[in-house]
């Protein structure tokens, strides 16, 4: 398999509910991001792990953590989410861990994540 | 602070027609990158291009060309005898450096513009 991939790739949940999106990358690549897609809203960074180590929280509310056990996989554990939280929830991979800008982000195809 | 401005929501064509996506970007940077991305409806962002600062040259490649212009602040991409599979959300971005040694490079995306190709 190559790429980005996502598991699930949907998933409805209740607010009481705890669950959790996975993301794998096949790239050999160093850094992860998790993103959140809402509708006519731009992409919104939400975590970035640059070797396992997470350099970037967004402010993101506490009921998204996140955890990245090595370099390929990156994980975003939900719980009590709100119904504003339903949206697409990408995952990204670069390969250059040192701020680099020139870097390309390769994305996965996304969770579509309904809370209700 | 970073901005990327993609001022057409949606824009619709008929097959064969060409079709200019615009990208106005802001950034108190001398040194950047700008990126687009297609966004098929199965949701997965697909990279198109990368592009640096000092790089002014237009790029072709097949049917997509891009126009980098930096006295304009824009980056815009022109698909030209759109088909049907252009149909798509397309989004531009702009990289600025990680906060410092280790960390990653970050990217600020516009909204978006929504590209409908009909028969």
């Known amino acids: 398999e190559t790429g980005v991939t996502q598991t699930p790739r949907h998933l409805v949940m209740g607010m009481t509910n705890k669950k959790s999106l996975k993301c794998e990358q096949h790239l050999g690549h160093n850094a992860m991001y998790w993103y959140k897609q809402s509708a006519k809203k731009p992409l919104e960074l939400m975590f970035v792990y640059n070797f396992k180590e997470q350099t970037e929280n967004n402010s993101v509310p506490s009921r998204f953590s996140p955890e990245c056990p090595n370099s390929s996989h990156l994980f975003l554990h939900l719980h009590t989410l709100q119904p504003e939280d339903s949206a697409l929830y990408l995952c990204?991979?670069?390969?250059?861990?040192?701020?680099?800008?020139?870097?390309?982000?390769?994305f996965g195809p996304g969770t579509r994540l309904t809370v209700l | 602070a970073q901005k990327v401005t993609q001022a057409q929501t949606e824009i619709s064509v008929v097959e064969k027609e060409d079709v200019t996506l615009d990208c106005v970007y802001e950034?108190?940077?001398?040194?950047?990158?700008l990126f687009w991305y297609k966004q098929p409806p199965s949701g997965e962002l697909v990279f198109l291009i990368r592009?640096?600062?000092?790089?002014?040259q237009n790029e072709i490649s097949g049917r997509y060309s891009w126009n980098f212009q930096k006295s304009t602040s824009s980056f815009n991409f022109t698909i030209t005898a759109s088909q049907v599979v252009d149909s798509a959300v397309y989004f531009c971005?702009?990289?600025?450096?990680?906060?410092?040694?280790?960390?990653?490079?970050?990217?600020?995306f516009g909204t978006g513009t929504r590209l409908q190709v009909t028969l």
């Open positions: 990204a991979s670069s390969l250059t861990p040192a701020g680099d800008m020139s870097d390309t982000q390769y």
């Open positions: 950034t108190r940077d001398t040194t950047y990158y």
């Open positions: 592009r640096n600062s000092f790089d002014e």
């Open positions: 971005a702009l990289s600025e450096a990680g906060l410092g040694t280790g960390t990653a490079s970050k990217l600020t």
